[in-house]
């Protein structure tokens, strides 16, 4: 059996080496997407001073700036920080980016496609491979492979502590890259089980949604403002401490015709680690502004608050700078396994060529 399994392992492990080095890389990349948007582009993503004006204030000079297209969604950003406006342009459902800084209501950029920015790209290509829909599928295969890479490694090595920071230097590089492979493998499988686990889940549910939802985008096409213009979305963001004590409004998704209705994400101050920062929402009817409902992840089901932790769990953030460092760090460590595996059977495979040949 043990045999059998080493087999598997090894093949699991040909098989998916290319494509997970790719979303191991870019992943370990994306941990620290806002520190590199700030690298890149500081001209479009970092705002001029840590104040800002009111939402609805915002929200004026935004559309007084883009007459051609509707705002559609509004992330708030951290202090210092340009807010990220999503929008698509009238006669068409084709969302674009741009940036806004919150302390002077001035557009940093005109809208621009969702991967213009680097990272953008880099998100794109690590959950799709950029290769759409049939990459959401792909690359949910490579996860499961992943988690059954972890779970067949800790069984070929189950007495791991014996050896585990053991490597066999002077014993030739075939032995040196199998006690890496081992040390590296056991070191980062609790990490590699929970991305494997989330990435899955939430590509496998983006794939059905896309694929089975039923969507067309052509019935979605803009034709006019979907909220009346008159709203007090100065009063609706007070509103939201009112349903909810306490509520951090993190993103507004405005109406179109696939959304009706405004609706507030966000999250209590008090949030555990495991929230994520969209997990509660407050709607308001988009001509009357009246609250419509409120919804607190705290009181939500079990279901909905383990996928809500997803987001912490899989980006490393439930632990600060920390985390975030040791997630960048145990995520690009499949990086290493790929190469060192591929390696290691082709080193094998000369060997046997050699022995044949004898």
């Known amino acids: 059996m043990r045999r059998f399994l080493w087999k598997w392992h090894g093949l699991l492990g040909l098989i998916v080496a290319v494509p997970l080095f790719i979303i191991a890389l870019s992943g370990s990349l994306l941990v620290f997407k806002a520190e590199l948007d700030a690298w890149l582009s500081p001209e479009q993503v970092l705002a001029s001073a840590d104040s800002r004006l009111g939402f609805g204030q915002l929200l004026k000079h935004a559309d007084q700036a883009l007459p051609e297209h509707e705002i559609l969604g509004w992330e708030f950003a951290a202090n210092g ?64 492979l992943l988690i059954l890479l972890g779970l067949s490694g800790i069984v070929l090595h189950r007495h791991f502590w014996r050896t585990l920071f053991t490597l066999r230097f002077g014993r030739g590089l075939r032995l040196l890259l199998s006690d890496g492979h081992k040390m590296l493998g056991i070191l980062g499988v609790p990490v590699f089980l929970i991305l494997g686990f989330t990435g899955a889940w939430w590509n496998i549910e983006h794939f059905i949604d896309e694929e089975f939802g039923g969507h067309d985008d052509s019935q979605f096409v803009l034709t006019k403002r979907y909220y009346n213009a008159e709203l007090d979305f100065d009063a609706m963001l007070a509103a939201t401490q009112e349903a909810l004590p306490g509520f951090v409004a993190t993103y507004v998704r405005l109406p179109d015709p696939s959304y009706p209705g405004v609706h507030f994400f966000g999250h209590q101050n008090n949030k555990g680690p495991l929230r994520s920062r969209f997990g509660s929402i407050i709607s308001f009817d988009d001509q009357t502004g009246k609250l419509s ?10 279901l909905y608050q383990f996928v809500d932790s997803f987001r912490p769990l899989h980006y490393g953030t439930f632990g600060g700078l920390t985390t975030r460092i040791l997630w960048c760090l145990l995520g690009f460590l499949p990086c290493l396994m790929a190469l060192s595996g591929f390696w290691m059977w082709r080193s094998r495979v000369r060997g046997r060529k050699r022995t044949a040949r004898r």
């Open 81 to 144: 920080e340009a807010d990220s406006l999503y929008v698509a342009k009238m006669g068409s459902y084709e969302w674009q980016k741009l940036w806004l800084d919150p302390a002077t209501g001035q557009l940093l950029s005109p809208p621009m496609s969702m991967t213009h920015m680097l990272t953008d790209w880099l998100l794109e290509l690590h959950y799709t491979l950029l290769l759409d829909h049939a990459g959401l599928l792909l690359s949910a295969l490579v996860s499961v």
């Open 293 to 302: 409902s409120s919804f607190d992840v705290r009181t939500a089901g079990t």
